[in-house]
Structures are given as structure tokens and as C-alpha cells.
């Protein structure tokens, strides 16, 4: 699961190569009771999850509008911060009228190098992806001889999954507040609970950090959200020069997480898990 971006002093284009799916939003309508720091595992044959403890699977389909890729050589959104600080970055892809739409349940999916940006010398020690707050995604999973297959929307209960026949609708999520509708509840994902436009979780021991933004990249919530600003810190930070040549493979890793209900006798919704994502350099 990577995706690959050639360097050197010229232009070349920005691959994501054999992607199971990628996401990244926490629906507010779960019912599980995490806490930070959180560990989710991969779903065991014959598993249905609670409420508490939740469980990966690898969705059908997921498609996001992809605006920005970056590197950069230090926290461009540190929790001091309204705005991102993009002069410490290295763009990979760029391209804020015209985004691109991917599917990355495919095997390979190609970016165009529109706004692509010569190497900047320097030690990268984050990663940075933009996407719109807009995620659609379908999944199935079939335990105890029942398929659960995703529906277009939640219930008030926060239930998003039905064991009727037919094939799994596109769930349709929209992220503008990571504490809830009203801004009051504590995001069990989240540092502290999260605020109204920042979650800062470790998930699986990765760092990630998931800012609400406006199309400008000034921290906001509510009507006017537009992108998801989502950050990674590297756990093997790399150096660049300008004669670097090479590739930088940015390992992806992207489930769907399937919750059940109390007494995990029944599968209750499959929701947009953190995906973790870590960039590489590998040298000619």
C-alpha cells in the first residue's frame, strides 16, 4: 500500500499505488466509548464487535476530493496555530479550484503533478494530506451468517447498516465539528476531547491530527467547513538535498470500522476510521 512520487529537478507525476481504501472521519452518531489513546484491530473471522471495543475491515469502495499533498520539515499546524504555516512544506500535489476525485479502493490510482514544487532542501519530520470534509464510502461484512451492508445515511441511533438484500449503498459523511452537532461532546478519539475544529489522536500508536478548515486553511467549524487539513508526524523522519533523486513511498493504511452494539450480537454501523499514512525516501 504506497504511493510514490518521483524527485528531482524536474516535473513527474504523483502515484497512490495499491490502496485498499483511505479515509478519515470519526462520526459523532457512534456509539462507541474509545479513549485516548486508541487501539483498533483487524476484524476475526466470526467477529462481531461491541459497542466498546470495535473492529477494521477493508471498505468496497471510498472516494475523497483530494486538494493537497505535502511534506514538510516541521508541524505546518501546531495547536497554537489558526492557520497553516505551508512555508514549511514541500507540495506534492497542489490544486485548490480543481480537485482530484480518487478512488482508492483501486489498485492504483494516479494524480496529476499540478502544483508540484521543486525539492527544499531539509529534514521532513510530517506529512500532510487536504481533502474536502466530504467522505463517501460503502463496506459490507458478513458474521454469523448475516452480510451487513452499509445504507446511504445514519439513523438518530446511529445506525447505518441493514442485512436486506441488495448491494451496499454510498454512506455520505460530512465533517464539520469533531465534538458533535452542537460543539458539547467529547470526541472519545481526540486528545482532551477535541476541540470544535481540531482532533489530535494517537490511533494504533500513530500520531495524526485532523484540522477543520475553510478553503483558505484557517481553522473553523460549522458552515463553513470545507476541508479536512490531516496530519501525520513521521516516525522515520528523512532528509532531502537538492541533487536527492529518487522516489518518496508513502505507506497507507485505511480500514472501514465496523461497530456492533452492547453485547456484540449484532453488527450497528461501519464508519470512516483514521487511516495512517508514513512517508519514505527511497534513493536511486
Not at 214 to 223: E, P, R, Y
Request: with cysteine; charged share 15%.
Amino acid at each position: 500500500m504506497n504511493f510514490f512520487k518521483k524527485l528531482s529537478n524536474h516535473k513527474s507525476s504523483l502515484v497512490f499505488s495499491s490502496l485498499a481504501l483511505s479515509s478519515m472521519l470519526i462520526s459523532s452518531s457512534k456509539e462507541e466509548v474509545k479513549a485516548y489513546p486508541v487501539t483498533v484491530a483487524a476484524c476475526t473471522s466470526g467477529q462481531i464487535p461491541t459497542a466498546v471495543e470495535g473492529c477494521l475491515i477493508d471498505p468496497i469502495s471510498y472516494k475523497l476530493d483530494i486538494y493537497r499533498v505535502y511534506i514538510c520539515r516541521s508541524d505546518p499546524f501546531p495547536a497554537s496555530a489558526n492557520k497553516a504555516n505551508l512555508d514549511v512544506c514541500m507540495a506534492l500535489f497542489n490544486d485548490n479550484n480543481n480537485p482530484y476525485t480518487a478512488e482508492l479502493a483501486n489498485n492504483t490510482v494516479s494524480l496529476p503533478n499540478t502544483g508540484m514544487e521543486e525539492i527544499v532542501p531539509g529534514t521532513y519530520t510530517h506529512a500532510a494530506v487536504v481533502f474536502e470534509n466530504v467522505f463517501r464510502g460503502q463496506g459490507k461484512y458478513t458474521v454469523g451468517g448475516n452480510t451487513y451492508r452499509t445504507l446511504a445515511s445514519f439513523t438518530e441511533n446511529g445506525v447505518n447498516v441493514t442485512t436486506s438484500s441488495g448491494e451496499p449503498e454510498v454512506t455520505v459523511e460530512t465533517l464539520q465539528n469533531w465534538r458533535g452537532p452542537d460543539g458539547s461532546s467529547n470526541n472519545p478519539y481526540c486528545k482532551d476531547g477535541a476541540t470544535v475544529s481540531r482532533c489530535e489522536t494517537d490511533y494504533n500508536s500513530y500520531k495524526l491530527t485532523g484540522i477543520i478548515t475553510d478553503s483558505s486553511f484557517n481553522a473553523v467549524s460549522g458552515g463553513t467547513a470545507a476541508r479536512l487539513f490531516y496530519l501525520a508526524e513521521l516516525t522515520n523522519p528523512f532528509s532531502l538535498n537538492k541533487n536527492s533523486s529518487g522516489s518518496i513511498e508513502i505507506t497507507v493504511d485505511s480500514n472501514y470500522e465496523v461497530g456492533g452494539n452492547d453485547g456484540g450480537t449484532e453488527v450497528r454501523n461501519m464508519n470512516i476510521a483514521p487511516f495512517v499514512f508514513q512517508p519514505t525516501f527511497v534513493s536511486n
